[in-house]
Nanobody
Framework: VQLQASGGGVVQAGGSLTLSCAGSGGTFSSYGVGWFRQGSGKEREFVAG????????KYADSVQGRFTISRDNAKNTVTLQMNSLKPEDTAVYYCGNGVGRGWPWRVGLVRAWGQGTQVTVSS
């Protein structure tokens, strides 16, 4: 499976962005998907996850109530809607296809990564 992340950009604090993750070449829709982010000099961290059929989701405490993850298996896409963005959300965002049906909540549970998309939130 191959993943392609898109939708990053520069936005002012309080603004919104929508990230997309498109899967191809494999069984993307049969596995959970997670969004992770990596700030400058920091480790990659879990942001949000969704199980294989979209029936269950999970969010990091830092984004709960502001971000929404969803998926459309007919289109092999997962979307991360990010609202009320803060400067501390600035990072490279990666989508990852998990090793099982549930969401991959840590880096070691991801079997395939997208290339990353930069999100910059200015104050």
């Amino acid at each position: 499976v191959q993943l392609q992340a898109s939708g990053g950009g520069v936005v002012q604090a309080g603004g919104s962005l929508t990230l997309s993750c498109a899967g191809s070449g494999g069984t993307f829709s049969s596995y959970g998907v997670g969004w992770f982010r990596q700030g400058s000099g920091k480790e990659r961290e879990f942001v949000a996850g969704i199980n294989w059929n979209g029936g269950s989701t999970k969010y990091a405490d830092s984004v709960q109530g502001r971000f929404t993850i969803s998926r459309d298996n007919a289109k092999n896409t997962v979307t991360l809607q990010m609202n009320s963005l803060k400067p501390e959300d600035t990072a490279v965002y990666y989508c990852g296809n998990g090793v099982g049906r549930g969401w991959p909540w840590r880096v070691g549970l991801v079997r395939a990564w997208g290339q990353g998309t930069q999100v910059t939130v200015s104050s």
